[in-house]
């Protein structure tokens, strides 16, 4: 097995899993301590309902496990706002993020390989996929098309949650007022080199996904990282405006230029298109209202350098030889009059 001479912090979010704890964090454990110089393994329990908590306390007594830390939530949330939790307390120069129950922790070495040759973001994919209900996958594929309409990413295929991160990249998404957003669709940030690596195992258990929780994080997720859906809005509006103008207008040239019209037809018909003009007017304006505010208190830090060269021929410290050079030279010239003298 490779040796990498940095600190590695692994972070896991689990819940509901006393009874597969002790065996995947101890195989964990083994996997990892001959991997790096240094290591920590962070658990972040996301609210459990069993008796993961009390485990939890056990591995981390006197007997138990090395290098353990323990993040236990007060109520459940979403899986990234919980990788978060370990993101941010994490110390190490990389910080791996996985499942226990889907994740392989024995790949973790081609992944770290692949960070530290100088990718600052590792995704691994695992072609086993656990089964999900027919809606869900069928829901799931919708989101991921929709994302993919609005920001050219599939989230999917391109940002799994099964991920290794280098240092700098955390630093760059703690600069961001919701980090756990941008953390889950990191490559729409752009600037940062990025490995997508392919493996396949077995999923240890197939935990069960809430369709309407998952619903929920979708939609706040689009909302976060695209301003596409307040985009559409703007547009409908503008167009549903522009149409009840058109409609005015063709509704005056039958009332001028047609005798037959039902009496008290075009008062109405423009009575109606007004309305819906005016109302598609205000529902323009609060569109881009909104997504002024939100590019005020969402926008990202000013700028970030991913990464940073020199040049390795440096003309300023050639230009301090050459003077170096010639001051020696009137200075040896300077004292060799002297040196003369005393022989």
């Given at each position: 097995?490779?040796?990498?001479?940095?600190?590695?912090?692994?972070?896991?979010?689990?819940?509901?899993?006393?009874?597969?704890?002790?065996?995947?964090l101890a195989d964990a454990s083994a996997s990892i301590a001959p991997l790096a110089a240094d290591y920590e393994l962070i658990v972040v329990d996301n609210a459990s309902q069993d008796d993961s908590i009390?485990?939890?306390?056990?591995?981390?007594?006197?007997?138990?496990?090395?290098?353990?830390?323990?993040?236990?939530?007060?109520?459940?949330?979403?899986?990234?706002?919980?990788?978060?939790?370990?993101?941010?307390?994490?110390?190490?120069?990389?910080v791996a993020v996985l499942d226990p129950n889907a994740d392989d922790v024995t790949f973790l070495p081609s992944m770290l390989e692949a960070a530290v040759?100088?990718?600052?973001?590792?995704?691994?994919?695992?072609?086993?996929?656990?089964?999900?209900?027919?809606?869900?996958?069928?829901?799931?594929?919708?989101?991921?098309?929709?994302?993919?309409?609005?920001?050219?990413?599939?989230?999917?295929?391109?940002?799994?949650?099964?991920?290794?991160?280098?240092?700098?990249?955390?630093?760059?998404?703690?600069?961001?007022?919701?980090?756990?957003?941008?953390?889950?669709?990191?490559?729409?940030?752009?600037?940062?080199?990025?490995?997508?690596?392919?493996?396949?195992?077995?999923?240890?258990?197939?935990?069960?996904?809430?369709?309407?929780?998952?619903?929920?994080?979708?939609?706040?997720?689009?909302?976060?990282?695209?301003?596409?859906?307040?985009?559409?809005?703007?547009?409908?509006?503008?167009?549903?405006?522009?149409?009840?103008?058109?409609?005015?207008?063709?509704?005056?040239?039958?009332?001028?230029?047609?005798?037959?019209?039902?009496?008290?037809?075009?008062?109405?018909?423009?009575?109606?298109?007004?309305?819906?003009?005016?109302?598609?007017?205000?529902?323009?304006?609060?569109?881009?209202?909104?997504?002024?505010?939100?590019?005020?208190?969402?926008?990202?830090?000013?700028?970030?350098?991913?990464?940073?060269?020199?040049?390795?021929?440096?003309?300023?410290?050639?230009?301090?030889?050459?003077?170096?050079?010639?001051?020696?030279?009137?200075?040896?010239?300077?004292?060799?009059?002297?040196?003369?003298?005393?022989?």
């Amino acid at each position: 097995m490779a040796f990498f001479p940095v600190f590695l912090s692994v972070v896991f979010v689990v819940r509901d899993s006393a009874e597969e704890l002790p065996q995947a964090l101890a195989d964990a454990s083994a996997s990892i301590a001959p991997l790096a110089a240094d290591y920590e393994l962070i658990v972040v329990d996301n609210a459990s309902q069993d008796d993961s908590i009390t485990v939890l306390k056990e591995l981390t007594s006197v007997n138990g496990l090395p290098n353990l830390q323990v993040y236990a939530l007060t109520k459940e949330v979403d899986s990234d706002t919980a990788a978060w939790v370990g993101l941010e307390n994490a110390l190490g120069d990389f910080v791996a993020v996985l499942d226990p129950n889907a994740d392989d922790v024995t790949f973790l070495p081609s992944m770290l390989e692949a960070a530290v040759e100088g990718a600052d973001v590792v995704f691994a994919t695992n072609t086993q996929k656990p089964k999900r209900s027919m809606a869900y996958r069928a829901c799931f594929s919708a989101f991921n098309a929709l994302y993919k309409t609005f920001n050219d990413v599939h989230l999917a295929k391109e940002a799994p949650p099964y991920r290794v991160l280098s240092k700098r990249v955390i630093n760059f998404i703690l600069q961001h007022p919701m980090p756990s957003m941008t953390y889950r669709h990191l490559p729409v940030t752009g600037g940062f080199a990025r490995a997508n690596l392919i493996y396949s195992s077995s999923p240890k258990a197939n935990q069960t996904k809430h369709l309407g929780e998952s619903f929920d994080r979708g939609m706040r997720l689009l909302v976060s990282s695209t301003r596409g859906p307040m985009r559409l809005v703007t547009s409908l509006s503008l167009l549903g405006a522009m149409s009840n103008l058109l409609y005015s207008a063709y509704v005056i040239a039958i009332g001028v230029f047609k005798a037959d019209v039902a009496p008290g037809w075009v008062t109405l018909s423009l009575q109606q298109s007004g309305m819906f003009f005016l109302i598609s007017l205000v529902l323009l304006v609060l569109g881009e209202y909104i997504l002024h505010m939100s590019r005020l208190s969402n926008e990202g830090p000013l700028y970030h350098v991913a990464q940073e060269f020199n040049s390795a021929r440096m003309t300023k410290y050639e230009r301090l030889n050459i003077e170096e050079s010639v001051a020696q030279e009137r200075a040896s010239n300077f004292r060799a009059p002297g040196r003369a003298d005393a022989n």
